[in-house]
Structures are given as structure tokens and as C-alpha cells.
């Protein structure tokens, strides 16, 4: 794909970096790093009760996909034999095993998190969940009539003993697991069995109770524990505990094998719940013998169970803040700002006088909504060509797409089936656009489409004009309200030119042999990006200045790693802006003694991918949707655009430097790997997230169009 280029000698520079290992951090431990981040949020007695609760579930669901990704992946790798380590100098097995030892950790601070921490503070302000034998007999009395009205005919009682086996499992699913005692049979001695019941996830697991004076909740799987007995008649049965497993949910198949790529992403949805058991969780009130049971029945070793001291599965969490009424227990509101230029109607008038930027979500998504809105209802506009990879539950942009085509337009979508955990999303709107007479792709055999682009052709007075939108983030009305992304609208000739190209890349056999703007993975992303380090280094070992600015979600690429040790040997400043996975160690001596490496976590999710790079003066600020990762350079189309307004470069250079100057979102690397808070000793105080809302804010003139501001914004 693309045009093969002459390879270019290493830089050689009098410090040797070639051997990485021992400089290089595993990739999986660096992210429960993250994760644990995350969760000193819902620690932090700075942020409001509620968000906290919030953060605490976040770093739940955060780490059962971690289990049911990448550490499914490592399983597979393990069981095929593979032992080639990564560049840490971990293999498979030994990532496993150290994995095992961090993640049960975790837990454990999940669950002191919750006792210690967030129960008693929810407490304090008369927001409780109950054990039902807490509850005075009429409230039980209540809840068992809700039960039998409500819960019992959903339920389904699965006996397990000689005659009835174990039965699959779902992964995510949570089980009610109760000892029972049979009735003397013909041998006239009784006979021991259990018994299984899967707590429906189509009920609400918390369950209000009306007590005067105190918001109080009683969980699902505590009422069905409390009333076994109407589930299995005369026989005794005692509830012994609960119980959860993940499984792999990595999707398989052969592309080239697939012939209709829906359909076959649809049969793998529907295996995934299968797959091989990743984690036990397993109540830890269970008896040894119950939990023997159920563990040797899963065929799972001891190092994937995590005996939980609580509530199984703490996602549930985040449904108590909709129960929740007190604005005092939330971060003050906050609504995206919609910038008083966009108040013009027409929005392809705006766009040809000057590029249009949007920092999300500070500001708002909507003038991208209402611009693809005007494009489909406009006579003018000849055709609309998008790429969706995450589209939210109720999609305008879908919408108007489908609009634009039942109305005559060309439209062209390519739709991302692959898209983790939004696949089941994404093929029923893929199905709503087909419908609607869209020409739907579903991308290139071996390659996850990830870029972020809009191309409208609109036929305007003078001529033919290419409109594009580039984000770094998704076509999501919803997350533009919760992750800090950027995007550009313009008709750059040199853009819309790519664009086209870009597109027919994409449905099509072309494949353009340059570029005159954008950049593009898998050919030409990588050698750009390294040869901008590389030059870098050239001008620094030439004793020029030069600095770079990364700001991206994962840093694990070895190549551009070692380009970057490469790059501070020279002695080149290099700041890194990474919010997840960060494989490189900062301050190594003789390796990367100029290299500072920050992470922010905050309210919002910090999303954007912006490269900036100083070499003697020459200045260059792109935007990307690409991280820094092999995935993202090698096996996805992604692409980097430049950013040449000088008013937008200002922006953009502003963002970076507030950010570099946080004191109260930041944690910095030391050389051993370890995230630290930022020493705020002798520094002024500064929330770079609150500042962009209060720039927003500052910024939008009071429109009519921001008198009606959209929904809270709340992470």
C-alpha cells in the first residue's frame, strides 16, 4: 500500500541505546499504572463524593476489559507456545504471572477504596446500601412482594449434581451460587447439590427503599439470595455466595475467509460470551468446599481467582449518581460552548474564509452536527464521504447521512465493524445506512480504519469545492461531552485534494503515490514521524536547538522509543503528554535525561493526539487520531494532519503549555516508571482542565445559541 522508499542510515550518535531492555517498561503494567490512577480519583476527598462513586466504577469497568482483552491475549500467546519476549524482556508467561500479582493488588484497594473510604462517606450523607437482614420486617415484606411480582418469573434455577452438569457460564454475568440438600432417594441417604442463578441484568441491581430522611438501596442479588426458598419448594437450600467470570473477548476470524464481514462479526458477537475463562470472581464469605467446587468445574488456576470482599462487580456504582438529586455532591455543571462565530447560518460561507477549530469539549460537537445537517439538506451539495469508528446510541450524524441519501446525494460511510465493544453498535447502524441508500464499506481486509474524516463536495458559485472535517476523536455526540478531543473544518485545496484520494483509498484499488498534506498509516505515517525525531536529532547534534511535544493516550511503539532515547542523547527537550500506557522511561543517565513524562487525569478524558516539533526554529503542530503504538502505525488506518493557521497554531500551542504547567490533574514520571503527583511546593495552582472551561466560557459570546446550553457535562 503505497510507495516502497529508500531506507536511510541510522543516526549514530556515541551513546549506545540500541539495547532497549532494562529502558523499555511492559506495556500491560504500565497500563494497570493507568488504571491505578484512575482510581487514586475516586480516593481523592478533593473531588466530589458522586464523581468519586463514578471513578471507582470507571476503574472496575476499565479493568475487566483489560482482563478480557489483553490479558485474554497473553493467555493465547501462553497456550500456543509462544515465548519471545517483549521488549521489557517479559514473556508471555512471566507477563501473566506478574500481571496476576499487580491485579490482585488492585482489587484489593478497590475494595478498601469502597469500606473504607466511599461507603462511610455516602453514609454521612444518608445515601446507604442495606443488607436485607438490616431492614425492619415490613420493609422485607415490601421487597419480597416486589420479588415475587417482579424478579421471581424471570429466574431460573439451574440444579448442578451427577446427573445435571455444570452449565456454561456467561462472561460478565453474576451468579447466585446455593448448596442444596436433596430429599432421601431410593438408597434412603440424602444426597448433596448446588445450584446456580443468574442474576438478570435486565433488572436494576440497586433496588430503592423508601426510608424517611435517607436515600437507601438494597442489591439484586441480595433479595434472590434472601428468597431461595421460593425457587426450589420443599428442598433445603442455603445461598453460599456469588459469583463472576470473564471471559476472551477478542474477536478471531479469517478476513479473507469471511465473505460477508457483518454477518461473520455477528457469530463471533455471539461467541465471545463463550470464550475461555480469563478471571474467577468469587465471593469471599464462600465456604472452601463451595469455592473448590465451582473453580475445579471451571477448569481455571488459582492465579486467575480474586476473592472479593463486597459486592461483586462494582460498575453498578455508576447508576447511583442517577438516584442522586444533590448538585453538591457533583462537579458543578458544566455546558460546551458554542463560539459566537458559528452563529452565522451558513456554515460552508464560514468555512471558505477561514479554517474553523473546535477544542472539545470545552466546546461543542453540535457545529459539526448542524454542519453535516446542512450539508444533507443542502441542493448544492453533491456528496458526503465519512468514516465511523464509535457512533453513539442516537446518532444525528447517522441521521443526517441517511437523509443526505434518501434525498439524492452520493454518500459513501465507511463503518467500522471491528470497533471493540461497539461492534453490535455499529452494524445496526451500518444496517440503517444501507437502507437508506448509503453506500456502506466496512473497511480494508487487515486493517482497523481508525481516522477521523469528513469530505463534503459542494457545488458553489465559482467552482466545485471539497469541505473537510479532521478530529482527533470520534463521531460521538455523546463522549464529545466527556473526552478532550480537537477537530478542524476546512477547504484547504491541498486537504480536500487528500481527501478524495483518502476516500478512494479507502473504496477502492487507488493508492496515491504522495501526499500533499495529510499523512497517512500504515505506509507513511511511521517514516514521518521518525524522520521529524530524526531530524530533531540531526539539529541538535549540529548544536541547534530543538524540542518536542507529544501529547497522546499510549507511547509503546519500541521503534519511535528508541528514536526518541536517540533524540534526547542529542540533547533534544522532549515533553510527553501521556494519559494511559507509557512504555519509555524518562531520566534514564546517558539515555533520556531530557525527556519529562506527565500524565493528566481529570473530569474529562484527555483524548487529543497533538505532535509538536521545534527543529532550529521551524516550527510543525499536527493532530492525529493515531497513538503511538504498533497497532496504530502498522495495523490501522489512521491519519495526521498539519495545522497551519497561525491563529489555530496559537490555540493549540496555548493547550500544551497549560497543560505542561498543571499542578492539580498531573502526575509525573520518575526513572523507575513510578507515577507521582505534581510537587505543587512553591508553584501557583493550576486545574488546566478547569481553565479551558473557564476560557470556553470566557471566549462565547452570550448568543441566543448559549442561553440554551447543551446537557451537563459529567465524566
Known sequence: MGVTKKKKKPIKINVNVSDIKGHFINRELSWLSFNARVLAEA???????????????ITCSNLDEFFMIRVASLHDLANAGYEQPDPAGLTPLMQLSALSVQAHRMIHQIYQTYHRSLYPALRRENIEILNIKDLSS??????????????????????????????LVSSQS???FAA?????????????ACALIEVPAMIPRLIPLSIKGKQAFVLLEDVISAHLDTLFGAVRVKPAGCFRVLRNADLAFDEDEAADLLIEIEKQLKQREWGQVICLEISSTMNESDRKRITSLLRIDETDIYMIDGPIDLTFLRTLKKHCSRSDLFYSPYFPQIPSIYGKTDLFQLIREQDLFLHHPYESFKPVIDWLDQAARDPDVLAIKQTLYRIGDESPIVESLALAAEQGKQVLVLVELRARFDEENNIHWARRLEQAGCHVIYGVTGLKTHSKITLVVRRDQDK?????HLGTGNYNEITAKLYSDMGLLTCSEAIGSDATAFFNMLSGFARPKDWQALIAAPDWLRSKLSRLVEQATEAALAGKKANLIIKANSLVDPVLIERLYQASCAGVSIDLIIRGICCLRPGLKGVSETIRVRSIIGR????????????????????????????????RIELMFPVT???IIRRI??????????????WLMDTDGQMKRVDKRGKKRLDCQQYFCDLAIRSASLSDQNSRPEKQSSS
Open 43 to 57: 480516593r481523592d476527598r478533593s473531588n466530589p463524593l458522586m464523581e468519586r462513586v463514578n471513578f471507582l466504577a
Open 138 to 167: 415490613k420493609q422485607r415484606d415490601e421487597i419480597k412482594k416486589w420479588f415475587m411480582a417482579m424478579v421471581h418469573p424471570v429466574l431460573t434455577p439451574v440444579a448442578i449434581n451427577d446427573k445435571r452438569p455444570f452449565p
Open 174 to 176: 453474576l451468579y447466585v
Open 180 to 192: 442444596v440438600t436433596c430429599n432421601p432417594e431410593e438408597n434412603g441417604q440424602n444426597q448433596s
Open 464 to 468: 466545485v469545492r471539497r469541505y473537510v
Open 604 to 635: 474529562f478524558l484527555e483524548h487529543s493526539r497533538i505532535f509538536y516539533f521545534n527543529i532550529n526554529g521551524k516550527e510543525s503542530l499536527f493532530l492525529s487520531s493515531a497513538d503511538w503504538m504498533p497497532r496504530n502505525l502498522d495495523r
Open 645 to 647: 493557521d497561525p491563529s
Open 653 to 666: 500551542m496555548q493547550v500544551l503549555q497549560i497543560q505542561l504547567a498543571d499542578t492539580e490533574r498531573s
